[in-house]
């Protein structure tokens, strides 16, 4: 079983946090603990190295009180020796930065690169044979961090896969294998009022491309130590295609010229006055993806905006997104039919991240897309269709709809006005309802009828679970507000 250390000057601290005594701190081959400004000189060590030393002189005749002394010296100098390289006493303030191990060895270590900046590194961790003797397993479980819905997933594994990912795409259906480019992937049918998910495990994931995900099933990525993304993981929707792992879709279709389609919703309400309503939880246990926009009864290019994807992201050590890092699990804009409504935004997704410390720089999102515009249709036959609405983005901006379709149908002069795609939910701002159509709008001669715009999707869910003794160090640009949750560490 891994189990976590720490040293200190005068011996090695039990889970309640009392020293117990050893003769000197014990160290692991593995990645090591220290805290900020920690020594093994502290003034607060000297009177009981001292007194541990005159304790041994005592034991001495006072004839010999040269001798006594000569020995209480060494011993000083020998405890000072024993003491370099100490950790943390039990109540400092701790620091994480990414530890790897420096090079492939014959245990089956995996090179991963690098040891950080030369910064203090993460928690001294065990990893020795079992102890019967026999030799432990290259795929052991890793007893630090559980993981959120671990019950249906699994736990994290040390498998000792390293792999570092470039531009690529990942279907969840098809791809999910032991051989995948991820990793070792597993796919998980859904727990109850949760969705399938494929589950990849590694012991090291460095993203420095766009990782495209699709399929039906969500991604769930398991790293026992490691997590760092400098490129891209996207499980947004695209238009009426859905994200990997959305998990809600309207049942019916808008069927009158005086409807306005919904957008889809998930962590709040979607646009519209039909809108459904909100479901699944802050910590997003089970894991779930986003909500397909309300669409039309005209025709394929008609369709609701997709819901984004699920993704949880869960390491044993430090996830770190880069500066140039995202993650994306954003609603797809809402079609537009000719002479119909538009079709509602898709919602945005589920992001999950968990580590004992976690680092954004980059661009989390999970946006929710903008509603179609509204089309036209006149007696002279005429018939033209609205914009499609945005797909929700990175960033903070909420995607706009679809302008509604102007200046059509009139025999003689006027104008009319198509109802434009109401805009998605972004940051703070809730999604628009679509705008109804004006059927007139100054038209002279003959008739025209515009119709409605879509309205636009809501804002999914992002969670991050991080330990007790570290925060996020949430610097870059997250849309939604995340909320925030102690992960399971053991």
């Not at 039309?296 to 993704?311: E, F, I, K, R, V």
């Amino acid at each position: 079983m891994l189990r976590i250390h720490e040293t200190s000057c005068s011996g090695e601290s039990d889970e309640r946090g009392k020293l117990l005594p050893s003769p000197a701190p014990q160290r692991s081959a593995g990645a090591s603990a220290r805290a900020r400004g920690a020594t093994c000189d502290r003034a607060s060590d000297v009177p009981l190295l001292v007194a541990r030393a005159v304790g041994i002189g005592q034991s001495f005749a006072t004839s010999r009180r040269l001798l006594r002394q000569h020995r209480m010296r060494c011993s000083l100098l020998v405890f000072v020796m024993l003491c370099t390289g100490c950790g943390p006493l039990v109540g400092e303030d701790w620091e994480y930065t990414l530890a790897r191990p420096d090079a492939a060895g014959t245990d089956g270590s995996a090179d991963l690169g690098d040891e950080g900046d030369g910064g203090p590194s993460s928690p001294t961790i065990d990893a020795s044979a079992p102890v019967d003797g026999s030799q432990q397993d290259v795929a052991t479980d890793f007893h630090g961090l559980v993981p959120s819905n671990g019950a249906t997933f699994g736990q994290l594994v040390d498998n000792g896969i390293a792999r570092t990912i470039g531009d690529a795409t990942f279907d969840t259906s098809a791809d999910c294998s032991s051989t995948s480019a991820i990793g070792d992937c597993v796919p998980v049918s859904a727990p109850a009022d949760g969705i399938d998910a494929c589950v990849c495990r590694v012991t090291a994931l460095t993203v420095i491309g766009t990782l495209s995900v699709t399929g039906s099933r969500a991604l769930a990525i398991f790293a026992a130590r490691t997590l760092r993304i400098d490129g891209k993981i996207d499980v947004s929707a695209k238009a009426d295609k859905s994200g990997a792992g959305a998990s809600r879709m309207y049942t019916d279709l808008v069927t009158s010229s005086t409807m306005i389609a919904a957008g889809g919703s998930f962590g709040v309400v979607g646009g519209g006055p039909g809108a459904a309503f909100v479901y699944g939880t802050d910590s997003l246990v089970p894991l779930l993806g986003g909500m397909d926009g309300q669409s039309t009864n005209d025709g394929p290019t008609s369709q609701g905006g997709g819901g984004g994807g699920a993704l949880q992201l869960s390491a044993g050590e430090q996830i770190e997104l880069g500066s140039a890092g995202v993650l994306a699990a954003n609603g797809g804009g809402g079609g537009a039919g000719p002479a119909a409504n538009g079709a509602g935004g898709g919602s945005g997704g589920g992001i999950l991240v968990e580590a004992p410390a976690v680092a954004v720089l980059g661009s989390i999102s999970a946006n929710g897309g903008g509603g179609g515009g509204g089309g036209s249709n006149s007696a002279s036959g005429q018939r033209a269709s609205g914009g499609p609405g945005a797909d929700g983005a990175p960033g903070k901006s909420p995607a706009p709809g679809g302008p509604g379709n102007n200046g059509h149908g009139c025999q003689l002069f006027g104008y009319t006005t198509g109802g434009s795609g109401g805009a998605g939910s972004a940051a703070v701002r809730n999604a628009e309802a679509g705008v109804v159509g004006s059927e007139i709008s100054g038209c002279t001669g003959g008739w025209v009828n515009t119709s409605n715009g879509g309205s636009g999707g809501a804002v999914g869910r992002i969670r991050i679970n991080t330990s007790t003794q570290s925060t996020c160090a949430c610097t870059g640009g997250i849309s939604p507000a995340p909320s925030f949750g102690i992960a399971d560490i053991r």
